[in-house]
């Protein structure tokens, strides 16, 4: 019987660094419990698709302080909870020394015997002001030199603050703003962590050592043999397809169509599935098909969000890459706009 490669041991090094600056007390305690209930669900998915995971997580705020390490390279099934090592008193916010300063500490952990990979989430509620130690040149450098298995991703407050970032070298796709005024915010950014991770660990296991789009769902795993097998296939008497040539309405579009015995019945709410054209939200409750493009068969069924990838909470879905079949979103809203020059399909 031959022996199981080494290289099937996926092994995943998340690395936090996490801001601990003043204007973080007032959610101190929705970080603490955002963040252990995200370590939860990430200890339940690497069990689910068989992947290893270690945790470090990292505090930076003010030079002086420097960077203070919570947790380091540990198991993500025996984690603490971060309650009693969360203490937002930072004087200011020193981005450039603690995300430098993060990689530093892990980047030449042991790789032996595994397919081992990096993600950093470098997570702030304000600018870099007052890094003492390292320059934004030598965090670039740092992050572009990095080897092909790391991913780096930063979350910000606003526009100002995600141009800094790029300007540091996290990739334009890996640079996600929050809503730092209210602790839903917070409770927000434990969402896009989630979503995130799975995303990473599916890209994992399929074998991409790192991510370039780290906040959108990519569906380009998705073989059109895969759809096939895993998928019913709609008859193609249930539905319709139709060029939309101007920019209207989902009620009206049907109506129209109804209007001029093109279609059977007036505009029916959830009858409208619009193509998916760019990254966006696609809510849990949605119903998704899937076109082949190579002889418009269309494929749906009960777990056709799990095929895709979809969990079940709301998800940025990047259509980008996926040439050879279309992805079709349920419509709940009359007032849907459908865009020029794409397709909807309508159901009976």
């Not at 290289?7 to 419990?33: C, E, G, P, Q, W």
């Not at 081992?116 to 997570?123: A, E, M, P, Q």
């Not at 096939?228 to 319709?240: D, I, N």
Request: proline share 4%; with cysteine; aromatic share 10%.
């Amino acid at each position: 019987m031959s022996q199981p490669s080494v290289l099937d041991n996926i092994v995943n090094h998340y690395v936090f660094a996490i801001d601990d600056s003043l204007s973080m007390r007032d959610y101190k305690d929705t970080v603490v419990k955002v963040f252990d209930a995200e370590i939860a669900n990430m200890a339940e998915f690497s069990k689910r698709i068989n992947q290893e995971t270690r945790v470090s997580v990292f505090f930076f705020s003010a030079p002086e302080r420097g960077l203070q390490c919570a947790i380091y390279d540990k198991d993500v099934m025996r984690l603490p909870s971060l309650e009693g090592h969360y203490n937002p008193v930072g004087r200011s916010t020193a981005l450039i020394d603690g995300a430098y300063k993060s990689i530093l500490e892990v980047k030449d952990l042991p790789q032996k015997y595994g397919d081992h990979s990096f993600i950093l989430f470098v997570i702030t509620d304000g600018q870099e002001n007052d890094s003492k130690k390292y320059t934004d040149y030598q965090l670039r450098s740092m992050m572009e030199g990095l080897p092909d298995n790391w991913t780096t991703g930063i979350l910000v407050p606003d526009a100002d603050s995600e141009a800094q970032a790029k300007k540091f070298g996290f990739p334009a796709k890996n640079v996600e703003r929050w809503n730092t005024r209210t602790k839903a915010g917070v409770e927000g950014v434990g969402r896009i962590i989630r979503e995130a991770s799975e995303g990473y660990m599916q890209a994992r296991a399929r074998g991409s050592r790192s991510v370039s789009d780290l906040f959108n769902l990519d569906l380009s795993h998705v073989s059109t043999s895969t759809l096939e097998r895993e998928l019913e296939q709609v008859s193609a008497t249930l539905f319709k397809v139709w060029p939309v040539y101007q920019d209207t309405r989902a009620d009206d579009f049907v109506d129209a169509l109804y209007k001029a015995g093109k279609w059977h019945e007036e505009f029916r709410l959830g009858s409208v599935h619009y193509e998916l054209m760019k990254p966006e939200i696609v809510q849990p409750k949605k119903e998704v098909y899937v076109l082949r493009k190579r002889d418009g068969k269309v494929f749906g069924g009960r777990n056709a969000r799990q095929l895709l990838g979809l969990p079940d909470f709301k998800v940025k879905v990047n259509p980008d890459k996926t040439p050879d079949f279309t992805i079709y979103v349920q419509s709940t809203a009359p007032n849907r706009k459908l865009i020029k020059d794409t397709n909807v399909l309508v159901l009976k």
